[in-house]
């Protein structure tokens, strides 16, 4: 079945700064077929990780995270393509918010 909305992974990120940010296990994920905000929260890590996202969406769309995110226009928000994976890294307890573009 096809992807519909964006589709929202919280990861583990490696902490070697000398490297690409690597990701590790999957700690949740959840897929938004319409604009929203996750119902989780990204959770504390360990030494070497730190927490992130993965988002991929079926539509271009503007993400927010934090830990009260907003992604509605004036706010800060990155743009996400249509079909393309972004990791980020983020802090734990920051949620994920998602509108189309």
């Known amino acids: 079945m096809a992807l519909s909305g964006m589709h929202i992974a919280c990861v583990d990120l490696s902490t070697d700064e000398s490297a690409f940010a690597l990701a590790g296990a999957v700690r949740w994920a959840e897929t938004l ?49 249509a079909n393309d994976t972004v990791t980020v890294a983020c802090q734990p307890g920051d949620k994920v918010a998602w509108v189309a573009a």
Do not use: E, M
């Open 33 to 81: 077929a319409s604009a929203g905000t996750t119902a989780n929260a990204a959770p504390a890590t360990g030494v070497l990780t730190k927490p992130g996202f993965q988002f991929r969406a079926s539509v271009d769309a503007f993400v927010a995270y934090g830990p009260v995110p907003s992604a509605a226009a004036g706010q800060p928000r990155l743009f996400i393509a």
